[in-house]
């Protein structure tokens, strides 16, 4: 994707919730002014959406919360939420699924 069509990712902090398709909702957070950080946003316990909450993931069906780097905060997740290899050349973001 092009970060210039994503206006939320334009400073640091910002993130982007991309649903792709069954199973492949990302959560692409921008990290520095030349990185971004890509993670599932289907929670490693039961398979449910999470959400963003400000300051952490939060899942709606079981409670599992989730740091924004995805390290499990509190369970019934054991596991921390996917990462994606990403890459910026430019303007592109590729994310590696």
């Given amino acids: ?3 210039s069509e994503n206006p939320d990712l334009d400073a640091v902090g910002g ?3 991309f ?5 492949r909702k990302i959560f692409v957070q921008r990290t520095s002014d030349t990185a971004v950080l890509a993670l599932s946003a289907v929670c490693t316990h039961a398979g449910c959406t999470v ?13 599992s919360q989730f740091t924004l780097t995805g390290t499990v905060m509190r369970g019934p997740a054991g596991s921390p939420l996917k ?14 699924l």
């Fill in 1 to 3: 994707f092009n970060l």
């Fill in 15 to 17: 993130i982007v919730l």
């Fill in 19 to 23: 649903d792709q398709a069954p199973g």
């Fill in 51 to 63: 959400g963003f909450s400000g300051d952490q993931f939060d899942c709606p069906c079981h409670g």
């Fill in 83 to 96: 990462t994606f290899a990403t890459t910026i050349a430019g303007d592109q973001v590729t994310i590696t």
